[in-house]
């Protein structure tokens, strides 16, 4: 496991999984396609990335992790698990189910809260979807998420090194999710009664309000199925899905700076029924 290795060691193993998994899903992008034959906006991925790369060094500067105020709580035996005398493998599975369930009420609150939207609709911008929709993301969602999924850590005492571990599933799983990757139908049918699946995160991201409005999970479907937010769309209408918010948002807003400037854009805050 990392947690034996040198500090350093561990970084550098995550680091050499991260970028290996982007090369493997972005020949598997190439290979097997989800869609196809759409126009790419300019500076579209040029874009997406450099985003990403702003909230990776906020990474660096700012504690942005839940594995901190996780290992506080522990210290200070503060929260449920650290004040209930509970099974580890019961800890390590309530830490999971809690996390990824906060997760998913952070998200759906992005989409009901129009403050929290004009941040998040950067992320819905997206005309296309491929492995660098999963970079764009604006900066200002995580001055509420941050602070939200800390709480829950201390709130129920969650085990600082299950975090870790989770956190780190979930960043490959922001790869997985937004990959033009089209799975064999069976297996696809077969992932998604569980975890979420390219086919069904790009639902998600449909133009459409009823469609954009279900498929919160990023890594588990159970929520969304528990919830009845969870939306399936049948290959031939997926493909033909039009991505990204319709008339509400410019396709050419896709440069870092126009990224970064839309959550003050007027009207940012309102939705789209298309």
């Known amino acids: 496991m990392l947690s034996g290795l040198p500090h350093g060691a561990a970084g550098w193993i995550a680091f050499g999984v991260f970028w290996a998994l982007l090369f493997l899903l ?30 990776a060094g906020l ?16 210290r200070h035996g503060v929260g449920l ?19 990824n369930l906060a997760t998913w009420l952070a998200h759906r609150a992005s989409h009901a809260v129009p403050l929290f939207w004009r941040a998040h ?11 660098s ?12 998420v941050v ?30 999710t937004h990959a033009n990757l089209r799975l064999p139908p069976a297996i696809d049918a077969r992932l998604r009664l569980v975890l979420v699946t390219p086919a069904m995160h790009h639902v998600h991201h449909s133009s459409r309000r009823a469609e954009t409005d ?30 990204g918010l319709g008339d509400e948002y410019d396709p050419g807003a896709s440069s870092l700076v126009r990224q970064l400037r839309s959550p003050f854009d007027r009207g940012a805050s309102r939705r789209s029924e298309a």
């Open 147 to 176: 602070p939200w999924l800390a709480g829950v850590a201390i709130a129920f005492g969650l085990d600082a090194a299950t975090l870790a571990a989770y956190e780190a599933v979930a960043i490959g799983f922001s790869l997985w």
């Open 26 to 55: 972005a020949a598997a992008e190439l290979w097997r396609p989800l869609h196809d034959g759409k126009d790419e906006p300019r500076g579209r991925i040029p874009g997406n990335i450099a985003l990403g790369l702003a909230n």
């Open 133 to 144: 929709t999963g970079f764009r993301n604006h900066p200002l969602e995580l001055a509420y």
């Open 81 to 99: 698990f650290n004040r209930v005398a509970l099974p580890g493998a019961v800890v390590v599975l309530a830490t999971v189910l809690l996390r």
């Open 214 to 243: 279900s498929n919160y999970g990023d890594v588990l479907s159970v929520w969304d199925r528990l919830f009845g937010t969870y939306h399936e769309l049948p290959e031939p209408d997926l493909k033909a899905t039009r991505f």
């Open 121 to 131: 609709r950067v992320h819905h911008g997206d005309v296309r979807l491929d492995l």
């Open 59 to 74: 990474g660096l500067l700012l504690p942005l992790s839940t594995v901190l105020p996780a290992a506080w709580a522990a």
